[in-house]
């Protein structure tokens, strides 16, 4: 089955920084890499995703990366905020089997 | 903005004992999901359901699972003697498609 493997597992940046989350997947017929950020005690948000027919997606301070070659996805955070803090997950999917295998997680703090 | 509802919030039962987690998916959605959480680990993967019948089941879910779709409007999830390692939080999810899939707010079971 699919594995995915998230880095780094905690991620502390001073706000106004970049961050960047990346993430291996092992199944090449993965096509599918959503991002979900999930705050203390919350469900999993969908932030932004990205589709293996595309290499990056922008949606304003957010942006994601594909490299289908060497199977690996990153999510940037440009300008960082103190309420970008959370944990954020990576997840890989394909649309035959519908199901998300997700990454370990990622808690980003963003220091004021 | 339409959201999956998820009831009761919080679930405390003795081992042995049956739940039934339920869940109002987004209204025109068609796929549904069970995941779960374990205090601080990463998400995963329980079930599928599309046209009134499960799609796809990771190996978590044995025969102390089942789904149901009574109605048109709810999803649940039933444990039928539940153990100690089935405390977790538990997410329902709905997508349109087979990809964007929203999350609700979880159901924490606790088992005692």
């Known amino acids: 089955g699919e594995n995915v493997e998230q880095h780094p597992s905690t991620l502390s940046v001073q706000e106004g920084d970049s961050a960047v989350i990346k993430c291996t997947y092992s199944?090449?017929?993965?096509?599918?890499f959503p991002w979900y950020k999930q705050e203390l005690g919350k469900r999993p948000q969908l932030i932004i995703d990205?589709?293996?027919?595309?290499g990056e997606k922008k949606d304003q301070r957010i942006a994601v990366t594909l490299n289908k070659t060497a199977k690996h996805f990153s999510l940037h955070i440009t300008e960082t905020q103190p309420e970008d803090s959370a944990v954020y997950f990576c997840?890989?999917?394909?649309?035959?089997?519908?199901?998300?295998?997700f990454g370990s997680g990622t808690r980003l703090q963003v220091q004021p | 903005e339409p959201e999956v509802t998820q009831t009761p919030s919080h679930q405390v039962t003795q081992m042995g004992q049956e739940v039934i987690l339920r869940c109002v998916p987004i209204?025109?959605?068609?796929?549904f999901y069970w995941y779960r959480q374990i205090l601080g680990q990463k998400v995963e993967f329980l079930v599928s359901?599309?046209?009134?019948?499960?799609?796809?089941k990771s190996e978590i879910f044995d025969d102390q699972f089942s789904v149901e779709r009574p109605d048109g409007s709810n999803f649940t999830l039933k444990i039928r003697s539940t153990k100690l390692e089935d405390s977790a939080m538990y997410f329902c999810?709905?997508?349109?498609?087979?990809?964007?899939?929203?999350f609700g707010p979880g159901t924490r079971l606790t088992v005692t």
């Open positions: 999810a709905s997508s349109e498609e087979a990809r964007e899939q929203y």
């Open positions: 199944d090449s017929a993965s096509n599918y």
């Open positions: 990205i589709r293996s027919n595309v």
């Open positions: 997840a890989a999917g394909d649309t035959g089997r519908r199901a998300l295998t």
């Open positions: 209204s025109n959605h068609l796929y």
């Open positions: 359901f599309y046209n009134n019948e499960i799609s796809e």
